[in-house]
Nanobody, 118 residues
Framework: QVQLVESGGGLVQAGGSLRLSCARSGRTFNTYAMGWFRQAPGKEREFVATISWSLGYTRYADSVKGRCTISRDIAKNTVYLQMNSLKPEDTAVYYC???????????WGQGTQVTVSS
């Protein structure tokens, strides 16, 4: 089993910044990548960003490209999402997830709320 614990969410004004963290523990081998997703009220969960664990390759949703940076600290088993120039439409619960060797997201955190006020 893998445990994921997100932190760093909160209330911020539009234009502000937040850094989300996701600490990973448990059976951490066979991690291909880690990703961030979000779910706004009344909407489906959507992809935000992903980073390959070994080589650090990144990919972003168009909606956050240029405003968000995903990174990882292998020694700390932690992935981060730095979010800048936040907009009210970024308001959502943000989840981190582990992508396994078969490219499915097998483990999810409990989520952290991000609220951006206008």
């Amino acid at each position: 089993q893998v445990q994921l614990v997100e932190s760093g969410g909160g209330l911020v004004q539009a234009g502000g910044s937040l850094r989300l963290s996701c600490a990973r523990s448990g059976r951490t081998f066979n991690t291909y990548a880690m990703g961030w997703f979000r779910q706004a009220p009344g909407k489906e969960r959507e992809f935000v960003a992903t980073i390959s664990w070994s080589l650090g390759y990144t990919r972003y949703a168009d909606s956050v490209k240029g405003r968000c940076t995903i990174s990882r600290d292998i020694a700390k088993n932690t992935v981060y999402l730095q979010m800048n120039s936040l907009k009210p439409e970024d308001t959502a619960v943000y989840y981190c997830a582990v992508e396994g060797p078969y490219h499915t997201y097998d483990y999810w955190g409990q989520g952290t709320q991000v609220t951006v006020s206008s």
